[in-house]
């Protein structure tokens, strides 16, 4: 009980609950999949983004057609991505943790006796966990705003989402209520 209250407590950080605008500097952010929402509110999904001061050049996701927009044009640029890198961190140090308990439980029992090959079993199964992990993991999406308008916005959503603001530590909201202006 005592593990899963701590695992809740470790994944839903402050920065759950920020609000950060971030917008471009002179330097070009480079992001490799996102989708770009426009004043007009239509979205278009690209790859190869790069924002700078003035505009935002990215290769259209369907007609690979290299496009550039004034940051006139656009609301918000969104970075789009996958868990699956923390899906496999969490899915291997998870399966590690319970083979190590299981192996503390059979080392403090006398009935029991631990294998001599108990090392590479607790090795198959924190690679298994993590494959499964990363398998999890790549079906859960990301979403980071890298540039905002900052124009009125509101969004509710009561599914696990996972959150990431610039600056701050990721984390998973279970309730999430975005306010810009």
Same mark, same amino acid.
């Given at each position: 009980? %005592?593990?899963?209250?701590?695992?809740?407590?470790?994944?839903?950080?402050?920065?759950?609950?920020?609000?950060?605008?971030?917008?471009?500097? /002179?330097?070009?952010?480079?992001?490799?999949?996102?989708? %770009? %929402?426009?004043?007009?509110?239509?979205?278009?999904?690209?790859?190869?983004?790069?924002?700078?001061?003035?505009?935002?050049?990215?290769?259209?996701?369907?007609?690979?057609?290299?496009?550039?927009?004034?940051?006139?044009?656009?609301?918000?640029? &969104?970075?789009?991505?996958?868990?699956?890198?923390?899906?496999?961190?969490?899915?291997?140090?998870?399966?590690?943790?319970?083979?190590?308990?299981?192996?503390?439980? &059979?080392?403090?029992?006398? /009935?029991?006796?631990?294998?001599? /090959?108990?090392?590479?079993?607790?090795?198959?199964?924190? &690679?298994?966990?993590?494959? &499964?992990?990363?398998?999890?993991?790549?079906? %859960?999406?990301?979403?980071?705003?890298?540039? /905002?308008?900052?124009?009125?916005?509101?969004?509710?959503?009561?599914?696990?989402?996972?959150?990431?603001?610039?600056?701050?530590?990721?984390?998973?909201?279970?309730?999430?209520?975005?306010?810009?202006?």
């Amino acid at each position: 009980m %005592i593990f899963l209250v701590l695992c809740i407590v470790f994944w839903l950080p402050p920065s759950t609950f920020s609000q950060t605008t971030s917008s471009p500097t /002179n330097l070009k952010q480079i992001v490799r999949k996102g989708k %770009i %929402i426009k004043t007009d509110r239509t979205v278009q999904r690209g790859r190869k983004l790069a924002i700078d001061s003035e505009t935002v050049t990215f290769e259209e996701e369907k007609t690979k057609e290299k496009i550039t927009l004034p940051l006139s044009e656009v609301e918000r640029v &969104v970075k789009v991505g996958n868990l699956a890198v923390i899906g496999a961190v969490g899915g291997g140090v998870l399966t590690l943790l319970t083979c190590l308990l299981a192996v503390v439980e &059979v080392e403090t029992d006398p /009935n029991l006796v631990l294998k001599k /090959n108990a090392g590479a079993i607790i090795a198959g199964f924190t &690679v298994g966990g993590t494959l &499964v992990g990363a398998l999890i993991g790549s079906f %859960i999406t990301s979403e980071t705003t890298v540039y /905002n308008k900052g124009t009125a916005q509101a969004r509710i959503s009561l599914l696990p989402r996972f959150v990431k603001t610039p600056g701050q530590r990721p984390g998973i909201a279970f309730i999430t209520v975005n306010v810009l202006f």
